[in-house]
């Protein structure tokens, strides 16, 4: 993989090398040409972990990286437990290692697609669990539309198709034949649900619809993939509603963003900004996009957490979903409709999020185990009263609704075990030894700070509780305070680049033009070898407003334009 990347970085520097020397090319073709160079350095740090350097610089330049690692013990990473890699050092390689051995993802022979394993996938059951309740206590109700498209249908949605073509997968053969109609697999159900929506709307009482669907989807992205992150094939749900006017649909938008929010907030304990997607950012076929972002102090982007569109008319005029008007006759009123959807790139977030040099560290909410009972010594006093007690406290916290489960496994030694679920992000570890045993207690250790308490037999549930909703306001407040260290506001260009550099996201007065945001990302994009940036995009336009008086000038010093609103600026995934 890495290879090929190499490969196409040094025919795009070519090419940039031949456009800086051609007096007739334009600003614009070397400036697309060098984002272009920097997306594939980009991607060669994603799948390397280091900096591309050039050939003839190699020798020149000796790197700093093996000087550092020459100082770990290397010996870490030959044993099969824990990370060899820390978070700081190469937050790529740290994040492979992790999802593999915490066995969250197996790896697979189709590039881009991974196998979900049960650790992870329990992560997305309890996410499914909370949205799926309160979407159906707004009324939405689950169904199931085909994977597959035509081509008919696809083309129905001509505006962006173009845009999105070339990512759209396709099955051309079925055994050895070639088929006569070949069917696309949906990259989004749009096309897909809104014939059917058609049919069904006749008259203003058939609205509205609200329905939802829990699927994959497949967008063939020629990016480097990432488990969880940016992957060929993923889950997700899509909503899709549309109403008879457009303040109920323009409500929905923003019900639906708060439980978005309420996912990251409340289940993987990650602060979110709650926004409008910026001119240049939202999704082309709608009339506004609302999303919630979030901050990744590691490589210090910020990423989009979910979106919630609202369609507007657009859809329902090119999909004729309409009725015959009451109030003007013989005229038809076009439905409003509504888009929503998260996927499992929540679950990537939320492992880069809390991660830490010992792997994962799991937000309780969404723990497959949340406490983990260990024996410990054993071997030198009385086994069986031992496990004895052990199983009756885990079965104790299971009947009370905690997901415990114990490790009574004998072939591997207490430190293994802690090791071992430390690696997985166990929320809390009980240790019951013979000490414990006598004092009728629990020794716990906290998974996301290595702090030690011990806790009463007596009333075990009520105090299990309250320690895991204790851990998720820690593990949201450590996040929030990480997030809040790397969010500047600021008037001056320069100031911003160098914020931007320092990992940091921005609010930043701002006109809103599509244009302008395109010179910021031009002038915030750093080619000069030692690590290539991408520039700044607008993350959103936050709903909530920093409390300072909006500087009327925008962002970009030579824009005459008047600025609209404080965006949110960073690079993202
Ligand atoms: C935009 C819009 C919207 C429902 C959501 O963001 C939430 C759930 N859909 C999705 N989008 C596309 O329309 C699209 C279309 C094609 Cl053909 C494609 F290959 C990729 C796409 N990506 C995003």
Not at 184 to 209: G, N
Not at 344 to 368: C, E, N, Y
Not at 404 to 418: I, P, V
Not at 523 to 529: F, P
Request: hydrophobic fraction near 35%; include cysteine.
């Amino acid at each position: 993989m890495s290879d090929a990347i190499v490969k196409q970085i040094e025919e795009q520097g070519a090419e940039v090398r031949r456009l800086k020397g051609d007096k007739a090319s334009t600003e614009d073709a070397k400036t697309e040409a060098i984002q272009k160079l920097l997306a594939l350095k980009l991607a060669y740090k994603e799948a390397t972990g280091q900096d591309y350097v050039a050939p003839n610089a190699r020798q020149a330049k000796p790197k700093q990286a093996p000087k550092q690692q020459a100082q770990k013990p290397e010996v870490r990473k030959q044993t099969l437990l824990g990370v060899g890699t820390r978070k700081d050092d190469n937050y790529s390689e740290w994040y492979s290692e992790v999802i593999t051995k915490a066995e969250m993802i197996e790896y697979y022979d189709v590039s881009g697609c991974y196998v979900l394993r049960p650790w992870s996938f329990a992560v997305w059951e309890s996410i499914q669990e909370w949205f799926d309740s309160r979407i159906k206590k707004l009324g939405v109700k689950n169904c199931y539309f085909p994977m597959f498209v035509s081509n008919a249908a696809l083309e129905r949605e001509k505006t962006h198709i173009a845009d999105f073509a070339p990512e759209v997968a396709w099955v051309t053969r079925a055994g050895n034949s070639e088929m006569a109609e070949p069917v696309a697999i949906r990259p989004t159900s749009e096309t897909v649900m809104y014939p059917s929506y058609k049919k069904w709307v006749q008259s203003h009482r058939d609205l509205p619809i609200k329905l939802n669907q829990w699927c994959n989807v497949v967008r063939w992205e020629f990016k480097h993939p990432t488990p969880f992150l940016r992957t060929r094939e993923f889950l997700w749900q899509e909503g899709h509603t549309a109403y008879a006017n457009a303040a109920d649909a323009e409500k929905e938008v923003f019900q639906i963003l708060d439980l978005y929010a309420g996912v990251y907030n409340e289940l993987l304990a990650i602060p979110v900004v709650k926004g409008r997607k910026s001119e240049k950012e939202k999704f082309a076929g709608g009339d506004f996009t609302t999303t919630v972002e979030a901050y990744v102090a590691c490589n210090g982007r910020g990423i989009q957490g979910a979106t919630s569109h609202h369609l507007g008319q657009n859809f329902s005029k090119m999909f004729e979903i309409s009725y015959e008007d009451p109030s003007r006759e013989g005229e038809r009123a076009y439905a409003w409709q509504n888009s929503w959807g998260l996927s499992t790139r929540s679950i990537g977030a939320m492992i880069m999020v809390h991660g830490d040099d010992k792997g994962l560290v799991l937000p309780p909410r969404v723990a497959a185990v949340q406490v983990i009972v260990v024996p410990v010594g054993f071997k030198t006093s009385n086994k069986d009263s031992l496990f004895d007690a052990v199983d009756k406290v885990t079965k104790e916290l299971v009947a009370g609704g905690v997901k415990a489960e114990h490790d009574l496994r004998e072939n591997y030694n207490a430190g293994w075990k802690f090791n071992h679920w430390e690696l997985k992000g166990v929320p809390i570890r009980f240790e019951v030894g013979p000490n414990d045993l006598a004092k009728k207690q629990v020794t716990a250790v906290i998974r996301h700070n290595g702090e030690k308490q011990q806790v009463s037999m007596d009333g075990i549930v009520a105090s299990v509780k309250t320690l895991l909703d204790e851990i998720h306001t820690q593990m949201y407040n450590k996040a929030l305070a990480q997030r809040d260290a790397h969010l500047k506001t600021t008037t001056d260009i320069e100031e911003f680049k160098k914020h931007l550099d320092e990992k940091c996201i921005i609010l930043s007065p701002f006109c809103g033009l599509p244009e302008c945001e395109e010179k910021i990302k031009n002038a915030s994009t750093r080619e000069d070898g030692e690590g290539a940036q991408m520039g700044a995009k607008t993350l959103c336009i936050p709903l909530e407003q920093p409390k300072q008086a909006l500087p009327s000038k925008c962002l970009f010093p030579s824009c005459t334009e008047k600025a609209k609103a404080f965006a949110l600026f960073g690079r993202s995934y």
